[in-house]
């Protein structure tokens, strides 16, 4: 499975972003995804997931409200909206797949490489 993720970029306090990761390779199916990031001397930390099975979504506190995760299967595709967003949101996003459950634990099967996103107060 590969993952590329695309759609970071430059956007002030308060703005808006959509994340795209692309996933090709042998099968989407029955991975759950997500999307982690990494700020500049912090470690990288879960921000969002949807389950494959159940569609059912996850997200980290200080994203709640303010982004939404989404899957379109038929076009292997994951986006992560990002509304209202902070200075604090700056960091490399990074595009995750699972199939064994360990996904929110930051230990999935496989990583996409990063795409940064810059807010600017």
């Known amino acids: 499975v590969q993952l590329q993720a695309f759609g970071g970029g430059l956007v002030q306090a308060g703005g808006s972003l959509r994340l795209t990761c692309a996933v090709s390779?042998?099968?989407?199916?029955?991975?759950?995804m997500g999307w982690f990031r990494q700020a500049p001397g912090k470690e990288r930390e879960f921000v969002a997931a949807?389950?494959?099975?159940?569609?059912?979504?996850y997200y980290t506190d200080s994203m709640k409200g303010r982004s939404t995760i989404s899957r379109d299967n038929a076009k292997r595709m994951v986006y992560l909206q990002m509304n209202s967003l902070k200075s604090e949101d700056t960091a490399v996003y990074y595009c995750?797949?699972?199939?064994?459950?360990?996904?929110?634990?930051?230990?999935?099967?496989?990583w996409g490489q990063g795409t940064q996103v810059t807010v600017s107060s």
């Open positions: 390779g042998r099968t989407f199916r029955g991975y759950d």
């Open positions: 995750a797949a699972d199939s064994t459950g360990r996904l929110r634990t930051g230990a999935p099967n496989y």
């Open positions: 949807i389950g494959w099975s159940t569609g059912r979504v």
